[in-house]
């Protein structure tokens, strides 16, 4: 390995590398012999960074890599688990530590330009886990991009290596394009699970934005017909409608802002209603769900819905209201005396109700 600069020359393929050390590793310190496997599996990730960034590569061979990746970083997550439990040699025990969250890194970036919005944020995610801080004060370089190298007849590779912070502000770039996503999906039979999908209906549509949401939209299915009670996928931003393949659940419609914090999703074929009393009818409020407004309150979905009063009331009213299914009526607030909320200060409430109830919000 040569460096120059900014860039690393890699000399040889690293499959071809993996093939030919365990035999130059017979007899050598078992400590050591672990500290080349990993560095081995670490170079074997970063090769795939010159795959990634080639020309005319079709989205089969990106999907076929990145699985590649995962089963590599896989193997050394394995490892590490083990090697904590037998290794006592701190230093040697530190270099595991770091190769490996290096090589979530570099996967981190890898998903990144493999427009995997959702699989970046997660390798991201087990870098902070194991390194217990911020990557961006980070000490160490990274491989951000790859390229074949000029030598003639060899496998030689050139790698551009920069600070973690730099290969930060490319993953906050990507992550921009996304919005974190999460579902509850509650009171489906199996049956029905297995017919729910998610259909896009307004947004951009570049070629990123539509790899990018089909991505989520396999996941979403996937995970909604195994059962998940709670998870996310990250979507681009844009108008999503919750469907089901034989038409017989009612749709629900969502809309994702970029840069946005959504509320959780609920998704429940019940609903309720709710029914507003007020002595003021200066404040009586407007009612948005899933960043979309709600016109009827009769008959509605289960979820977060948020409360937008008139200029005219001159009263506090709560930012936030979130209903779910329950046997029993219970409201819980928070903060928990609204008499003494703080100017600023954000009002949520908590309500579970039966499905098809009626609540009634008093103004």
């Not at 989205?59 to 688990?81: G, P, S, T």
């Not at 969250?101 to 330009?113: D, I, V, W």
């Not at 509320?263 to 899933?290: G, K, M, W």
């Amino acid at each position: 390995m040569l460096r120059h600069g900014k860039f690393v020359v890699l000399v040889a393929a690293a499959a071809v590398v993996l093939a030919a050390l365990p035999a130059a590793r017979a007899g050598m310190d078992p400590v050591q012999a672990e500290l080349e496997r990993v560095h081995d599996l670490y170079r074997a990730i970063t090769s795939y960074h010159v795959l990634l960034q080639g020309e005319g590569v079709t989205r089969e061979q990106v999907e076929a890599a990145l699985y590649d990746v995962e089963q590599y970083v896989k193997e050394l997550d394995n490892r590490y688990a083990t090697d904590k439990l037998f290794i006592d040699d701190h230093r040697a025990l530190d270099e595991i530590t770091k190769v490996v969250a290096k090589a979530h890194f570099e996967a981190a970036l890898m998903h990144a330009r493999g427009v995997d919005l959702e699989g970046s944020i997660t390798q991201y995610e087990k870098v902070i886990d194991m390194l217990g801080y911020d990557p961006v004060e980070w000490e160490e370089q990274i491989e951000r991009a790859g390229r074949p190298g000029l030598l003639p007849e060899a496998g030689e590779m050139v790698f551009e290596i920069v600070s973690p912070r730099q290969a930060v502000e490319d993953l906050k770039h990507f992550w921009a394009a996304g919005v974190v996503t999460r579902f509850k999906v509650r009171e489906y039979t199996p049956d029905q699970r297995k017919t729910l999908y998610l259909k896009r209906i307004g947004g951009r549509t570049d070629a990123f934005s539509q790899a990018a949401f089909d991505l989520a939209a396999k996941r979403f299915q996937e995970r909604v017909a195994a059962g998940l009670e709670e998870f996310r996928v990250v979507l681009p931003p844009g108008t999503y409608r919750v469907e089901s393949s034989d038409q017989t659940i009612h749709p629900l419609e969502f809309r994702l802002l970029k840069g946005g914090v959504p509320d959780p999703i609920i998704l429940n074929p019940n609903t309720f209603s709710f029914e507003l009393a007020s002595q003021d009818d200066r404040c009586i409020p407007r009612f948005t769900l899933n960043g979309l407004p709600i016109k009827e309150l009769q008959a509605i979905p289960y979820g977060t819905y948020r409360v937008h009063p008139p200029k005219t009331c001159n009263r506090r009213l709560p930012d936030k209201i979130t209903v779910e299914q329950n046997s029993e009526v219970t409201l819980r607030t928070e903060p928990e005396k609204l008499d003494y909320v703080k100017e600023g200060q954000p009002i949520f409430l908590y309500i579970t109700t039966p499905p098809g109830s009626t609540y009634t919000l008093r103004f």
